[in-house]
């Protein structure tokens, strides 16, 4: 055995933490694998789609490309959502890849990048957390700034819904350029 394997018998198993970015909606905290986030981009206009659910705002054209926006507080249903025309200063949309398809999510703010150590993310719990399913739920970690909820971005539509947007998305160009212009 050399000095090397010595080294590292003698020293614990790196420790393993996951970044992530946390943002807000409405007074809760959320947390997303910094991974699945492709980008954070400002509010920008948003062409709505006729005959859409009512948390999918409408479509943005994002450098050529044609993506569904949807609000994240309609969607998890949290308390208190209402229905805005304007969003306030601050306000963010979440560019996130699921399963192949991107997808723009509007939160209130986006704080920062944090790290948490891998072992301090408990699982979801049984019961709704903040009005949330907890199917949404991969995990929530205790921060010295209060309760920060992961959410699984893949989880967050169902099979037809995510149909649906890659739909919205392919017959909407026409619609978004003229938008754009």
């Known amino acids: ?11 614990p198993e790196a420790e393993q933490y996951v970044q992530m970015i946390s943002f807000s909606v409405g007074s809760e905290r959320f947390g997303v694998e910094i991974l699945v986030v492709q980008e954070i981009i400002m509010m920008s206009p948003i062409t709505e789609i006729p005959n859409s659910p009512d948390f999918v705002e409408g479509v ?17 249903r949290l ?11 601050g306000t963010r949309i979440l560019v996130v890849e ?7 999510f509007i939160v209130d703010s986006v704080a920062k990048v944090i790290s948490v150590r891998a072992a301090k993310i ?25 309760i920060l909820v992961i959410l699984d971005f893949r989880r967050i539509l ?24």
């Open 158 to 181: 169902s099979v037809e819904e995510k149909t649906a947007l890659g739909t919205v998305s392919r017959m909407a160009p026409a619609t978004a350029e003229g938008a754009a212009r």
């Open 1 to 11: 055995m050399n000095g090397r394997d010595q080294l590292k018998r003698a020293t």
């Open 60 to 76: 943005i054209n994002l450098r050529g490309n044609i993506i569904p926006v949807l609000d994240l507080r309609k969607r998890l």
């Open 122 to 146: 408990a699982p979801p719990p049984d019961i709704i957390v903040a009005g949330v399913q907890s199917q949404y739920i991969s995990g929530v970690v205790h921060l010295d700034e209060g």
């Open 98 to 104: 699921i399963e192949g398809n991107v997808t723009g």
């Open 79 to 89: 308390r208190g959502y209402r229905d805005l025309r304007e969003y306030p200063q």
